[in-house]
C-alpha cells in the first residue's frame, strides 16, 4: 500500500466484504449493492492514485455511507417467496 488512498478502499472494502458475508448467514441478501460499493472502492482507489483526490474521497465517503446503510437495515422476515432483485 502506497498511498492512503489504498489503504481507505481496502478498508472500505473489508467492511463491506465482512458485513456481506454476515448477511448471508442470516439470509439471502441482494449482491448489487455490495458490488457497487466493490467497484467504487476500485475507481476511488484509482482516481486516488491518479491524481484526483477530491474526487477519489467523494467517491468513497459515499461508499462508506452506502455501507453504513445497508448495515442498518433489519434482517428481512423469512418467507416462501422468491428473492425478487
Not at 13 to 27: C, D, S, Y
Not at 38 to 43: G, R, W
Not at 51 to 71: D, E, K, M, Q, Y
Amino acid at each position: 500500500m502506497e498511498t492512503i488512498f489504498d489503504l481507505l478502499a481496502a478498508l472500505l472494502f473489508v467492511a463491506t466484504a465482512g458485513l456481506f458475508a454476515l448477511r448471508f448467514r442470516h439470509e439471502d441478501p441482494p449482491i448489487m449493492p455490495y458490488l457497487l460499493i466493490a467497484l467504487t472502492c476500485a475507481v476511488g482507489n484509482w482516481l486516488g492514485n491518479m491524481g484526483g483526490g477530491i474526487a477519489a474521497v467523494a467517491l468513497l465517503i459515499a461508499g462508506s455511507f452506502l455501507t453504513l446503510h445497508l448495515a442498518s437495515e433489519p434482517y428481512r422476515e423469512k418467507t416462501d417467496e422468491p428473492h425478487k432483485f
